[in-house]
């Protein structure tokens, strides 16, 4: 293993009460890959946060963006995580989780973070009644409907980028904001949904 492998995740914990917050630490204090290094209040999330990987936070509205990986943990992750993963890639949140989420999901999504991926509860992706559908696709921005139309042209995120003039990573989490939106998983289902949807042609 390397020297990079074995290093711990750095995690400052935050939530508005302090039963939440030794919750939160001692998921990060029961596994040997993290290394808690503060507490705080939303309001004392400041300073502590500079020597940290990841932030897990137990989160009531939308917060502030800090740029730190974020795993937020929220009463509603369907509604809030495709809206909350957009923006550039050095803001949080990258992970959004339901409130109840298991140790194991939580440590979990603090992993993939600090890996520089995005986490979601498989049931947020789960089964929608095409009402839900329908009532998200008509959300979905011009750009990710611009987005939508270069998925169906099948070109790279790269090309994709360079077409709109935009980041690769912003990219990225505008297709995460239209999957979760028409609710599939994959570049084809998108393109599918899209079309049956009426929000492009082909």
Request: no cysteine; net charge negative.
């Amino acid at each position: 293993m390397t020297a990079a492998s074995l290093r711990a995740i750095r995690i400052v914990v935050s939530a508005a009460s302090a039963p939440a917050r030794a919750g939160l630490a001692g998921i990060v204090r029961g596994d040997a890959r993290l290394e808690l290094v503060g507490e705080a209040s939303p309001r004392e999330l400041g300073a502590d946060r500079l020597s940290a990987d990841v932030i897990l936070e137990e989160r009531d509205g939308g917060g502030e963006r800090a740029r730190i990986p974020t795993v937020a943990l929220v009463d509603d992750p369907r509604d809030a995580w495709a809206h909350a993963l957009r923006g550039d890639e050095e803001q949080g949140p990258r992970a959004i989780l339901a409130r109840d989420a298991s140790p194991e999901e939580i440590v979990a999504a603090i992993v993939a973070v600090d890996a520089g991926l995005v986490a979601v509860q498989p049931r947020v992706l789960g089964a929608r009644s095409d009402a839900d559908v329908r009532g998200d696709a008509e959300r979905l921005t011009v750009r990710e409907i611009d987005v939508l139309g270069e998925l169906a042209r099948g070109v790279p995120n790269k090309t994709i980028a360079g077409r709109l003039g935009i980041s690769e990573h912003t990219v990225k989490f505008h297709i995460a904001s239209i999957f979760a939106k028409l609710g599939v998983s994959s570049r084809t289902e998108a393109v599918t949904q899209g079309v049956r949807l009426g929000l492009i042609m082909l």
